[in-house]
Every structure is written in C-alpha cells, then in structure tokens.
C-alpha cells in the first residue's frame, strides 16, 4: 500500500468514510446549484431572449473584447512591475545593511497595511492635482496593484529565500563565493520552486483585483460587461454577470495550469536548480561535496 510524505494511506473505515463525506458533500453543491437554478427560472433568467445577445458578435467585439483586453493588459502590466516590486524590496530587507533593510521593511508594511481599493482612489485623485488633467485610471489601477501586491510578494520572496537551508549558503561562502553569487547562484534557483504556488496565488488575485477598475470607470471587462452592455440590452444584466464570471474564471484556470507547467519544468531544469551542496567526509574530494558544480556557476 503507497503512502504519501504528508499523510498515511487510508484504512478500509478511512476509506468508507471518506467516500460517504464524497457523497454527502456532492448532495449538498447539487442542492446549492438546483436553489440557485429554480430562482433564477422564478424570475424568469434563462429565457432565451435575456440570452440572444450573448449569441451576437456585436455584443463579444464591441462589449466583451474591449473590456477583456482592458483586464489583461492592467493586469499584465501590474503583474510585471509587481514581480519586480517585490524583488528590489525583498531582496532589500534580506539586506544586512539597516540603512537599506529598515527603508526596505518600512515600505512593505506601508502599502501591505493600506486597502487596495483606498490606495487605487488615492492614486486616481492625486495623479491629476500633480500633473495635470488626463484619463489617469489605469495609472490608478496600475500603480495600486504593484503597490500592493508588490509588498506581499516582497514578503514572499523574503520568506523563499530564509527557507532555504542555512548549510547551503554556509558551503558556498565556505568555498570564496561572495554574497551576490550565493544569492544568485545558490540560494535564490532553490526559493524560486519553493516560491512559486504562492508568487501564482497572488497573480490570480491581482488579476481578480482588476474589477476594482470599476470604481473608477476604467474600461475593464467588469465595466463593460457589468455596466454599460446591459445599458444597452435592457435585462441582461444577470447574464452578463454570469458570462463575465465564467470568463474570470478560465482566466485563473489558465493562470494556474501555466503555474504549474513552469513549476514542472523549472524543477527539470538543470539551469534553475540550485546543485546540492553535502558536506565533506574524510577522504572524499571537492568533486564528491558538489564545490565543482558551484565554482563552475561561480565562473
């Protein structure tokens, strides 16, 4: 009988137990999604005409499109910013200089502790009183989400690296590495496989956090779908809600299988992962306790 590293294989009451939750639990969603069904039916939701538009092509190129391609690229941009946000300032407070560590740390509580949706309104409201007039939404929105994001990843990335076995940096300094080689070399290849379900995590909810573009009338997919297509077809507005859910979704689904295709390969690879680094027994040469490995990266 296999057994798994985090829990024990079940037994056969294990077995029956957990097959009898299985079923319990599916009863309950399928009753969950009939009460939801028979409401909308009551209200008179899944008539065909309520759903004709979504049947058009009017209604994909001139709503759903343009609000998707707002969605992706806000987020796109704000993902990219937030990653390298995140590594300046997590890098930072690895730091063993205070004058950059504390700076480092202080900013990262700061926008940590801050809502998003406040510091998005912020943003909107301060970008025009500084530098004039101008549709400063995406700026906004943009800016908020490195901001933020941007923090928690710092933290993330800080906590990757510290979880690194200490032994590791130890054998690389032992051997002449400097500072910027071992994190380059050694500690940061091995963090980034252990970093990435949660560095995935927070993309999928920055790219959620996009919809709060809505507050400020950027033209995301929310604002089009949720606002101005059932202004133009009276009565859709449930349908649109719930294309635009689905459309979120696939969207995350993507995000994650992509996650975990990149996890999968960066785990292969020989390039991002960090040689293992044993200790020295007598009569064993350098070859043997992996210092060739790490003075051919140093190189």
Same mark, same amino acid.
């Given at each position: 009988m296999?057994?798994?590293?985090?829990?024990?294989?079940? +037994?056969?009451?294990?077995?029956?137990?957990?097959g009898i939750l299985t079923v319990v639990g599916?009863?309950?969603?399928?009753a969950v999604l009939w009460f939801i069904y028979s409401g909308f039916d009551k209200k008179h939701q899944w008539d065909g005409k309520i759903w004709q538009p979504f049947l058009?092509? @009017?209604?994909?190129?001139?709503?759903?499109?343009?609000?998707?391609?707002?969605t992706l690229s806000a987020a796109a941009v704000a993902a990219v910013l937030a990653l390298v946000f995140g590594a300046v300032f997590g890098l930072g407070r690895l730091s063993e200089h205070a004058w950059i560590s504390k700076p480092a740390g202080?900013?990262? @509580?700061?926008?940590?502790?801050?809502? %998003?949706?406040?510091?998005?309104?912020?943003?909107?409201?301060?970008?025009?009183?500084?530098? +004039?007039?101008?549709?400063?939404?995406?700026?906004?929105?943009?800016? +908020? %989400?490195?901001f933020y994001n941007?923090?928690?990843?710092? @933290?993330?990335?800080?906590?990757g690296v510290g979880a690194v076995p200490r032994g590791q940096s130890e054998a690389a300094f032992a051997i002449g590495m400097r500072k910027n080689q071992v994190m380059r070399l050694v500690l940061l290849?091995?963090?980034v496989t252990s970093m990435m379900p949660a560095i995935v995590s927070q993309l999928v909810?920055?790219?959620?956090?996009?919809?709060?573009?809505?507050?400020?009338?950027?033209?995301?997919?929310?604002?089009y779908g949720f606002k101005i297509l059932p202004s133009a077809h009276f009565g859709s507005l449930i349908p649109a809600a719930i294309v635009i859910g689905?459309?979120?979704?696939? %969207?995350?689904?993507?995000?994650?299988?992509?996650?975990?295709? %990149? @996890?999968?390969?960066?785990?292969?690879?020989?390039?991002?992962?960090?040689?293992?680094?044993?200790?020295?027994?007598p009569g064993a040469s350098l070859e043997d306790a992996g210092v060739a490995d790490l003075n051919e990266g140093a190189d």
């Open positions: 296999s057994t798994s590293v985090l829990f024990d294989a079940p +037994g056969p009451r294990a077995r029956v137990r957990n599916i009863a309950l969603v399928a058009t092509a @009017e209604v994909w190129t001139d709503f759903i499109i343009p609000g998707l391609r707002g202080f900013v990262v @509580e700061v926008f940590r502790a801050i809502p %998003l949706l406040l510091l998005i309104f912020f943003l909107f409201y301060f970008a025009p009183s500084v530098f +004039g007039g101008g549709d400063w939404a995406f700026f906004a929105l943009v800016a +908020g %989400l490195m941007g923090s928690v990843l710092a @933290e993330v990335i800080r906590a290849p091995q963090a909810v920055l790219l959620k956090d996009t919809a709060l573009g809505y507050i400020i009338a950027y033209v995301d997919l929310l604002n689905v459309i979120y979704v696939g %969207l995350n689904m993507l995000l994650s299988q992509f996650a975990t295709w %990149l @996890e999968k390969r960066s785990r292969r690879s020989k390039k991002t992962a960090a040689p293992p680094i044993v200790a020295a027994v």
